[in-house]
């Protein structure tokens, strides 16, 4: 089986879905925000204040060229469209899902958390700056999208399932 990897806004539930899909599947889940904390040893707000966020993509962007790309399921940083290079490898693997979720929904599930940096300002601002630059990205990289808004995990998964079989 060809890797799926998961796109989309933070808090649009990529972890979780990823994690239900690879059970589903019987195949490993990857995440490139874990891999680059287990590979730096830093946490994610380390490496923004300490290296910033061009060493971040950095990482990213290595992360994703050298996670397996069968039988896997990986779920991809809110920001990993944001460089062209990272869509183009993207687009060449096919099996994308951009998971979306409204605007509204985002900012209620970001708004008591604090583990992303690029939110540690103005969060609702920043946060509908960043969702209204990306939705084209995500939607340019993929020919599958989910609204997650009012979906379970187990009713994401089988759309997702359903997809992949087309
Ligand atoms: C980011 C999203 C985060 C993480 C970093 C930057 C972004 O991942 O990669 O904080 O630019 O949207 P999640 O989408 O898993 O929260």
């Known amino acids: ?11 649009a539930g990529k972890t979780t879905v990823s994690q239900e899909l690879a059970r589903r599947l019987n195949v490993a889940v ?7 904390v287990k590979r730096t040893g830093m946490s ?3 490496i923004f204040a300490a ?3 061009e060493k971040f ?5 290595e992360v994703l060229r050298s996670l397996p790309s069968t039988n896997a399921v990986i779920a991809t940083g ?8 990272n869509r183009l490898f993207l687009k060449g693997k096919r099996n994308v899902v951009y998971l979306h979720a409204e605007l509204e929904s985002i900012l209620a599930r970001l708004k008591e958390d604090n583990s992303r940096p690029l939110l540690k300002q103005d969060k ?16 340019e990289t993929t020919e599958f999208e989910i609204d997650t808004s009012v979906k379970t995990v187990q009713q994401i998964v089988d759309d997702i399932i359903q997809c992949m079989k087309k």
């Open 124 to 139: 609702m601002k920043t946060a509908k700056a960043l969702y209204e630059s990306r939705l084209p990205l995500y939607r």
């Open 1 to 11: 089986m060809r890797a799926i990897y998961l796109i989309g806004f933070m808090g």
């Open 44 to 46: 994610i707000n380390e």
């Open 78 to 85: 809110g920001g990993i469209v944001g460089r062209t290079g």
């Open 51 to 53: 290296e910033g966020e």
């Open 30 to 36: 990857y995440d490139t925000d874990e891999e680059i």
């Open 57 to 61: 993509r950095h990482y990213e962007a």
